[in-house]
């Protein structure tokens, strides 16, 4: 079986990580990290890998946040009127830790400004390639091909490849 929740895969990368990082005895206490650490050498024998050793990326992949229309948590806002529900954006927990991005006030007025502006700035709205990590948070699935030396993401999205 393949994983298709970002989320689920920012863990699993966050506690293989920590995992590499930290002895078993290490790993920060109350995370998926320990849990791992836990589990011993069966859990991560179960992670598939390349020749290198190193994890396998590939498979077929989709994000089931709503991280697309903000990543910190927000409610449902309508869209134009004269779209109806076309741009409407769902409510949704956000994906930030502690729900706060702690961002420079230059930053902060460049967010706001882009918000005001995404009925008519957006770059999805002119079926543009997504940026990353955007590409990832969008409702479509998306196709890794990993190999030892290389990684290429298939988007459905705009036909976006990334290598």
Known sequence: ???????GTILALAAMLTLIA???S??????????VAG???AALADIPRLTNGKPNF??????????????QTHGAAAGPPEYGALLA??????????????YLP???????????????????????????PRANYMPYPFQIFHSDEHMLIAYQFAGAARI
């Open 89 to 102: 954006t769902p409510p949704g927990p956000g994906i930030v830790v502690g729900d706060e991005i702690p």
């Open 26 to 35: 290490e790993a920060p206490p109350g995370t998926e990290a320990e849990a």
């Open 58 to 71: 590939s498979g077929v992949w989709q994000s089931l946040t709503t991280a697309n229309w903000d990543l």
């Open 39 to 41: 589990a011993g050498p």
């Open 106 to 132: 230059e930053a902060a007025a460049r967010q706001q400004r882009n918000y005001s502006t995404r009925f008519t700035d957006d770059p999805e709205l002119k079926c543009y390639m997504p940026g990353v």
């Open 1 to 7: 079986m393949r994983p298709r929740s970002i989320s």
């Open 22 to 24: 930290c002895e078993p």
